[in-house]
């Protein structure tokens, strides 16, 4: 393997044009004046205006604080105080209602303090949701609750649209990209696991690029996923949030973003969103599977 250079500099095909349009300025305010956090702010995501603008938006639940100590991950840390807010689901749901989303991403940090991971309080705030926004397509994006089978089911009974967790990087550089306990292959089976419990939920997932992988690892990786059942694909260039977390290793040109999702599709994925600035919640990806599970309601399928 040969060695490879760290980068400082971002390339030309990295920068973003300011958003401005009308969907943005409207969940800009209506975001502020309902009080409701976004990851999409706070993780200042690149794909802000674009995913605004066709009103889609991702938020977190649970806290602000992961007990999960994952060195690409900006979001603040800690060991968890043990407590949540018990009207969280019910205020979450009403705050999106008046939005009317066409999609939304409801996400939060790990919570290895609570006894179910914050199943219950996910799943509850899932059905709430549902239950105020209909129309709404709803994707949650979990962690992988400890490995717990039970804990998984719980959100799975809730019957979301989408069910995503992301393992990030590749094998080999797992162990140092991930939290210790955020392995690779309990990854893939909660994933997996979402299929056995309901057949029709979809599953979803995201890599980074730019951390140290090799093509081939990347390659061997989609297979993994695919022959774990996962039927969306996020792939995007990591960009380094501080000093204090790791460096980028290279950036990827777009031709291999391009390349890559071609190989996914023929591999079997439903949907691969795949560019420098594409993230696991990205509205290029989230139109798609809108329209195809419309699609199989259509047809008869029911979540």
């Not at 794909?47 to 938020?59: A, P, R, V």
């Not at 609570?114 to 709404?136: Q, V, W, Y």
Request: net charge positive.
């Amino acid at each position: 393997m040969q060695a490879q250079k760290k980068y400082d500099k971002k390339p030309e095909w990295i920068k973003v044009r300011p958003a401005a349009s009308e969907g943005y300025f409207y969940l800009k305010e209506k975001t502020r004046e309902l009080g409701l956090s976004t990851v999409c702010q706070e993780a200042r995501c690149p794909n802000i205006g674009e995913c605004w603008s066709q009103k889609t938006l991702t938020i977190m639940i649970m806290g602000d604080t992961c007990t999960r100590f994952c060195k690409f991950c900006n979001v603040k840390t800690g060991k968890g105080t043990g407590w949540l807010d018990d009207n969280e689901p019910a205020h979450t749901a009403r705050l999106l209602k008046p939005l009317n989303l066409n999609y939304v991403v409801i996400t939060s940090v790990d919570r290895d303090d609570l006894p179910d991971n914050g199943a219950s309080h996910f799943a509850k705030t899932i059905r709430m949701t549902k239950e105020e926004c209909p129309k709404t397509t709803l994707e949650v994006l979990i962690g992988d609750l400890q490995g717990s089978l039970e804990n998984l089911r719980t959100i799975v009974d809730s019957k979301p649209d989408v069910i995503s967790h992301n393992l990030e990087t590749v094998q080999r550089l797992t162990p140092r990209v991930r939290d210790r306990r955020a392995t690779y292959f309990q990854s893939l089976t909660q994933l997996k696991r979402v299929k056995e419990i309901n057949p029709q939920i979809f599953t979803k997932s995201a890599l980074m690029l730019g951390l140290g992988e090799e093509k081939q690892e990347v390659i061997a990786t989609m297979r993994d996923m695919r022959s774990h059942g996962i039927d969306f694909l996020s792939i995007g260039q990591y960009l380094r949030p501080s000093e204090n977390h790791l460096p980028v290793i290279r950036y990827a040109e777009p031709k291999e973003f391009d390349e890559l999702k071609l190989i996914g599709e023929d591999m079997g994925f439903l949907m691969v969103a795949s560019g420098p600035l594409v993230r696991s919640s990205y509205k290029a990806g989230e139109f798609f599977i809108k329209e195809y599970i419309a699609k199989h309601r259509k047809d008869g399928y029911e979540v």
